[in-house]
């Protein structure tokens, strides 16, 4: 006998409606989680039957999808089976992206430092002591002592700071896990 083809208008027996409806719920429900499956997609389907009596069906459940479309994230923030290890790892990555981003914009601060800092150290050098060493008197030698410590002092917190920064960034490029 095979299948006919079906005028689409509301059927008017409410018998035949009702045996209608159950049977197109059940075909929607099966055809949605179908295309979670094959495509790893968030659905949510809500019927109401004839009577007013709520249906419905989602993966990973209702409530998570609607409220993702209600708030419009784009990202989910649940887990979808297979794909725990695939989300952590991108969150491990974002991490990490996150925080080599914050050191190379550090080592550019601290390059653009060093630029001030060797001109004012040439800005210093030209003012204080254009004379040879040997010909500076003592009160010039002591100032001139002084202002090499305080240089040295900022060298060593500089250095300090580069060193924890590139071994931030070695962790970053190669995570260690435990």
Known sequence: MGRRKITMEMVKDSGSRQVTFSKRRSGLFKKANELTTLCAAQIAVVVFSPGGRPYSFG???????TERFLNQETEPNVSIPGQEAKSELESKEKELSQQLNGLLRQIEAEKKRGEVLDKAIKRTKQNKYEKPIDEL?????????????????????????????????????NPVIM
């Not at 993966?59 to 999808?65: F, I, M, Q, Y």
Request: glycine content about 0%; overall charge negative.
């Open 59 to 65: 993966h990973p459940s209702v409530e998570a999808v």
């Open 137 to 173: 008197d003592m009160h010039e030698l002591l100032e001139m002592k002084e202002s090499l410590e305080k240089l040295r002092e900022k060298l060593k917190v500089w250095v300090s700071e580069i060193e924890a920064s590139s071994s931030l960034l070695l962790l970053s490029t």
